[in-house]
């Protein structure tokens, strides 16, 4: 008996090992064309909105693959399908498509050719990653135990997002996938490695404008005027205590001011100031006493002073939070694919927001890390930086990790050994 279930688990380690095999060999196959890509998309990138060449770009290599495709889902969107066998459970693979509006400094023939604007966030690379991917798993969908769908999505960099739209466009029904993964470029992590964490990833990310009205006069009489400016700057130096002395804290939060204006002349007390900033939060519960505790500080001031005042608190993005069990499957697919060592548990969430988070909110997800810089080729720019560049071996290992995290995923539902 013992004999004939070490059989079975040798006959499936060796199917695994098998599997694995056909992932990394495609995957090196189809290296140079996929790099191709990235550079087509590096080269002609496109803002939140506006991805038309770029979606038709990908929903071309997609329907090149036999990948059944939606194309126009929430503006530019694409939604790839492969179908694998039987009864099958869905995953869930996505990618974002828009670009930044930045000018491109770098001197590489892949330069952006659109002035002003360029994939300073890498989403070239998840992009090509996920196409990269769907031709491998494509290559093997008669081994597959469930469905794959291949989620491009348009503007995620723009305040509303794109996720959201996608969701109400759909995309997490017929078939409705049971998980989702993505990754990002993460230029702090040497290529060749991946970084993953359970539970909260990301910050969820707000804004707000307040304006203040005043009342202008000559700057030589301010006891007949009410200065906006100086009720503004009251207003700004009281809301940064909200941080340290009204929420909780280890529950980290930011509040910043990111612009401020207002006034006409030296000599004028101004009428009106306009400040427009972003709250950051990892706490469901501080995300929601935010815009109360913002407001009260602008009303109390305010009031003090004689000014009046208008505030709009947009909720935006919430926190990733990466799924436990989705985490440790990630872990174990990235150890497969680029050794132990490669693999790193990353110790702090980052107070940057991303949209995946409003997929993770409706259905099991996980977003990892995959290591893009190289010390020794001086790839090392941050991203959102005019010199952000990746180093274009991580794009094989994304493709790697993703065929193989959707591979193991399915394997797992399906209850099956491979
Ligand atoms: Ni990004």
New binding site residues.
């Given amino acids: 008996m013992k004999k004939q279930v070490k059989q079975c688990l040798d006959k499936a380690e060796e199917s695994r090992v098998n599997m694995l095999e056909k992932i990394v060999k495609k995957a090196e196959e189809i290296r140079d064309r996929v790099i191709k890509f990235r550079r087509e998309i590096h080269r002609n990138p496109e803002l939140g909105g506006s991805e038309e060449k770029t979606s038709a770009f990908v929903a071309g290599i997609l329907e090149d693959n036999d990948i059944e495709v939606k194309r126009g889902v929430a503006g530019y969107g694409v939604v790839g399908l492969l179908k694998g066998s039987g009864e099958a459970d869905t995953v869930a693979l996505r990618a ?1 498509l828009d670009a930044l509006p930045i000018q491109d400094y770098k001197k590489v023939e892949y330069a952006s050719s659109v002035p002003g604007i360029m994939h300073a ?3 070239d690379v ?1 992009s090509a990653v996920l196409m990269g991917t769907a031709i491998v798993l494509g290559s093997l969908r008669e081994r597959l135990k469930g469905n794959v769908k291949f989620i491009f999505q348009p503007s ?2 723009r305040p509303t997002g794109g996720a959201d739209y996608m969701i109400k466009a759909g995309v997490l029904e017929d078939p409705a996938p049971s998980a989702i993964f993505a990754l ?2 993460f230029p702090e992590m040497q290529v060749g490695t991946i970084g993953h964490k359970a539970g909260i990833m990301t910050a969820s990310a707000d804004r707000f404008r307040i304006v203040i009205k005043g009342k202008s006069g000559h700057a030589s009489r301010p006891h007949q005027t009410v200065d906006a400016v100086l009720v503004s700057s009251m207003v700004i130096s009281a809301i940064h205590h909200i941080v340290t002395r009204r929420t909780d804290p280890i529950h980290p939060a930011v509040i910043s001011v990111g612009t401020i204006e207002g006034g006409s002349a030296p000599n004028v007390i101004a009428e009106v100031v306009e400040m427009r900033g972003t709250v950051r939060t990892l706490s469901p519960k501080t995300k929601k006493i935010m815009p109360a505790l913002i407001e009260k500080v602008i009303k109390g001031t305010t009031l003090t002073m004689g000014a009046t005042y208008e505030f709009l608190y947009e909720s935006g993005s919430p926190s990733v939070v990466n799924d436990w069990a989705l985490n440790q499957l990630a872990k174990r697919c990235a150890v497969d694919v680029v050794s132990a060592q490669n693999v790193f548990e990353l110790p702090d969430p980052i107070m ?1 927001a ?1 949209d995946f988070a409003y997929y993770s909110e409706k259905i099991p997800g996980m977003f990892i890390r995959l290591g893009t810089s190289n010390r020794e080729k001086g790839i090392m720019t941050p ?1 959102h930086s005019s010199y952000f560049d990746v180093d274009e071996d991580a794009l094989a290992v994304g493709i790697k990790v993703m065929s193989w995290i959707a591979v193991n995923y399915l394997c797992s539902k399906a209850g099956e050994k491979l």
Avoid: A, I, P
């Fill in positions: 974002d966030c890498g989403h998840h995620e960099e990002h470029t940057g991303e991203l």
